[in-house]
């Protein structure tokens, strides 16, 4: 019983820090600014795990994560608490046979970065 009970709070702690990133292309940021240098690029459904932010560093639009041997920023509209099926993974042999170069990867996610969602408000 204890055995099971551990382990169940073992997998909660884990998948409490992951988060998935819901766009096809997007940059980790070294600091929490679209100006920011990018670290590198990520793909849709890339599992990242949430790093603690110091108060000085806390942000309403910005997430402190790491991936791989890499610890940045992503905004935080790119993530989500689930894995979703992106367009990579539903129409594989369409998105296999575009085959992106790593500045047209690199320009996609820069336009994800700069791309202002809303309404203009003008009737």
């Known amino acids: 019983m204890k055995k099971s009970f551990l ?51 806390a942000s309403l639009l910005w997430e402190k994560v790491s991936v791989g041997s890499f ?10 608490n689930k894995k979703l099926k992106c367009f990579s993974s539903r129409y594989p042999v369409i998105f296999n046979s575009l085959d992106f170069s790593m500045i047209e990867i690199y320009k996609w996610g820069r336009m994800n970065d700069l791309f202002v969602e809303g309404t203009t408000g003008i009737d």
């Open 7 to 57: 382990l169940l709070i073992l997998i909660w702690s884990i998948d409490s820090w992951a988060l998935y990133t819901n766009r096809q292309f997007i940059h980790l940021h070294k600091n929490a600014s679209v100006n920011s240098v990018t670290l590198t690029s990520l793909s849709c459904a890339t599992r990242v795990k949430k790093e603690k932010q110091k108060e000085s560093e």
């Open 71 to 80: 610890t940045g920023y992503v905004k935080r509209k790119f993530l989500s």
